[in-house]
């Protein structure tokens, strides 16, 4: 069956400092990978996406997640986090129509 | 452009209560999405629509729960017989194209259902 983890529920990084966010998925064939970010007020937004080709793949704000197949993981990371970066942070993958979400990982940014 | 709406933004209504959900999606996208998002939980999917019809609705808990998209864009979550489980942020999510959950999909802000 289709699901996503998503280890951490909360993580606390200073800013400026670099991030790593885990996600293991489990999916039978080539899975179609996100990451969300979803601040207080604000909707869903696509920070970025895998199909295939290059497993390193960059998205906006200044994120980038690498596709390990061996692993079954997706991990975000960013070099530098800004205090704007303090949100949850959900990984999905999609396969045939439905899209399966992790539980979240929630990010806070100490100056 | 104007993106996915949801109307109402929150809406509180007592067990055993009828209750309906709106969804616009951005114009032009022709695959919709219902979610269900219960506190600490990530998103949880519940129906996909393309065009009018509903492409696959395993996510949907029971036969209380029903959607609908007549025209292929405004499209109605509806629930019968609430429960105090049903409590959740329910959001709408709109994609251009055929692809199914494999593209990019739009959120709306979500309706925050509390049913007592």
């Known amino acids: 069956a289709q699901s996503v983890t998503q280890p951490d529920i909360h993580i606390t990084v200073s800013e400026g400092a670099s991030l790593e966010l885990r996600c293991n998925y489990s999916?039978?064939?080539?899975?179609?990978l996100f990451w969300y970010v979803q601040s207080p007020g604000q909707g869903l937004q696509l920070l970025l996406k895998y199909f295939s080709g290059d497993t390193l793949v960059q998205g906006i704000k200044g994120f980038e997640a690498e596709f390990k197949r061996s692993q079954s993981s997706f991990n975000l990371r960013k070099p530098s986090v800004h205090w704007s970066d303090a949100a949850e942070y959900f990984c999905?993958?999609?396969?045939?129509?439905?899209?399966?979400f992790g539980a979240g990982t929630r990010l806070f940014v100490k100056a | 452009g104007a993106g996915v709406s949801q109307t109402p933004s929150n809406k509180v209504t007592e067990k055993g209560k009828y209750v309906e959900l709106r969804c616009d999606p951005i114009?032009?996208?022709?695959?919709l999405y219902w979610y269900r998002q219960s506190l600490g939980q990530g998103p949880e999917f519940l129906i996909y629509f393309q065009g009018t019809g509903a492409a696959d609705d395993s996510g949907l808990p029971n036969d209380r729960f029903f959607a609908v998209r007549p025209e292929g864009s405004v499209s109605t979550l509806k629930i019968q017989r609430t429960e105090r489980g049903d409590s959740a942020v329910y959001l709408c999510a709109s994609s251009p194209g055929t692809s199914g959950g494999r593209g990019e999909q739009f959120f709306g802000p979500g309706t925050r259902l509390t049913v007592l």
């Open positions: 999916y039978g064939a080539t899975p179609y």
């Open positions: 114009s032009g996208h022709t695959a």
């Open positions: 999905a993958c999609t396969g045939g129509f439905k899209t399966i």
